[in-house]
């Protein structure tokens, strides 16, 4: 779905790009000395400049949707959790605390805090060697994680 919205976007802003480098030939030509008007590979390093600034831009995006809507399916996975459930009580908030994530790797992990009838701190692991991400509850703390030692594995301490 992403890549298709992607493709759709680009697809679109090559023919603006296209567009746009066509009138900044014709406003060249009007400008620019005779000796140097005939130098057509100037609207095609237009063209592909814009075409690759505007992939990144649509790649950065959605790369920022994708980690919005990682943290979205984290609080609500807690807050389904029975494990949580049973150790928390009625839940009334569930908010992320702190993301760590070890370079090179792909798995992530959040430290959260949940409210209710008792506040604990459940440590979720998301991986995203596959898709969808497989999220995983690695512990329910009654330690908070600035608290913990950051050196040692939360679940354990």
């Known amino acids: 779905m992403y890549l298709a919205a ?3 976007v680009l697809i679109f802003c090559t023919a603006i ?3 746009g480098a066509s009138i900044g030939v014709t ?9 140097y008007v005939n130098r057509t590979w100037n609207q ?3 063209a592909l400049v814009a075409t ?5 831009l649509a790649f950065q995006l959605s ?3 994708d980690a919005q809507n990682e943290e979205v399916s984290v609080v609500n996975f807690v807050k389904r959790n029975i494990e949580v459930q049973s150790k928390a009580g009625v839940i009334n908030t569930v908010s992320i605390h702190s993301i760590r994530s070890k370079k090179g790797s792909s798995t992530k992990e959040y430290d959260l805090y949940v409210i209710g009838d008792k ?14 991400p497989q999220i995983v509850l690695a512990c329910v703390s009654e330690v908070s994680g600035g ?3 950051p050196f040692k594995d939360p679940c354990k301490q």
């Open 6 to 8: 992607f493709l759709m």
């Open 17 to 19: 790009s296209l567009a």
């Open 27 to 35: 406003l060249r030509n009007a400008i620019v000395p005779k000796h």
């Open 44 to 46: 095609s390093a237009i």
């Open 52 to 56: 690759v600034f505007i992939a990144n």
């Open 63 to 65: 790369r920022k949707h």
């Open 119 to 132: 506040t604990v701190f459940p440590v979720v692991r998301v991986s995203n060697e596959s898709s969808p």
């Open 147 to 149: 608290q913990r030692d």
